[in-house]
């Protein structure tokens, strides 16, 4: 079966540190894979898809980037975090347009 | 503009009594609705997806509905459980590009014993 692991669970940064949150995904090979955004009181906020190595698309313009070395490893990353950045981010997976996304359990990064 | 919205933002009731969320969605081209369930501190669970034909869908004690003249889609619990205390996503995927997902900002469900 599919799984998918988000690490760390918690992280509390200061401001103008970098930043780099780590998913990866077993069970299933060539997965679409996405990273979100989930601030208090808003719906999930789409931060950046990819469909293969290397390709990464960015929903919208910030301060953070994303990569994908690897088939299975989706990585969010800043070079400097700002206050705003804090909030609760999950990584997805996904196959066919019609099946769910699946969602890892998420980092929670507070800006100090 | 596409959006998604839900009702109630909060819901309490009582453990074994039923309830009802609602969702509005103004996405178009339309591809299909999800509903999520998101406990505290943890990422959505998917409950139900439904496209366009599809005017309910069961998932043990959670029945979906869709609308899709209306743009209407309810989440029907039947007797309730403390484990259902969590917030409840509507997600709706527009056909022009089914990677991107329209969130609701969820309806937080309190169940008390």
């Known amino acids: 079966s599919q799984t998918i692991h988000q690490w760390p669970a918690t992280l509390v940064q200061p401001v103008g540190s970098p930043l780099s949150l780590e998913c990866t995904v077993e069970?299933?090979?060539?997965?679409?894979l996405y990273w979100y955004r989930q601030a208090a009181g808003r719906g999930l906020q789409l931060l950046f898809y990819?469909?293969?190595?290397?390709?990464i698309s960015s929903e919208v313009p910030q301060n953070l980037s994303a990569s994908r070395p690897q088939d299975r490893q989706f990585i969010l990353s800043s070079k400097k975090l700002l206050l705003s950045d804090s909030g609760f981010y999950l990584c997805?997976?996904?196959?066919?347009?019609?099946?769910?996304?699946?969602f890892g359990d998420g980092t929670r990064l507070s800006i100090l | 503009k596409n959006q998604v919205e839900q009702s109630p933002q909060s819901l309490i009731i009582l453990e074994g009594k039923n309830c009802t969320l609602q969702?509005?969605?103004?996405?178009?081209?339309?591809?299909?609705l999800r509903w999520y369930k998101q406990d505290t501190g943890r990422g959505p669970v998917s409950l139900t997806i439904?496209?366009?034909?599809?005017n309910t869908k069961s998932n043990g004690r959670y029945t979906a509905t869709l609308d899709a003249d209306t743009k209407q889609s309810s989440l029907h619990i039947t007797a309730s459980q403390l484990s259902d205390s969590a917030s409840y996503i509507c997600?709706?995927?527009?056909?022009?590009?089914?990677?991107?997902?329209?969130f609701g900002t969820g309806t937080r469900l309190q169940v008390f014993p």
């Open positions: 997805a997976w996904g196959g066919q347009s019609n099946q769910p996304q699946h």
């Open positions: 069970g299933t090979s060539n997965p679409n």
């Open positions: 990819s469909v293969g190595i290397g390709q």
């Open positions: 969702c509005n969605y103004t996405v178009s081209p339309f591809s299909n």
């Open positions: 439904m496209t366009f034909s599809e």
């Open positions: 997600v709706v995927s527009a056909s022009y590009n089914t990677d991107k997902l329209i």
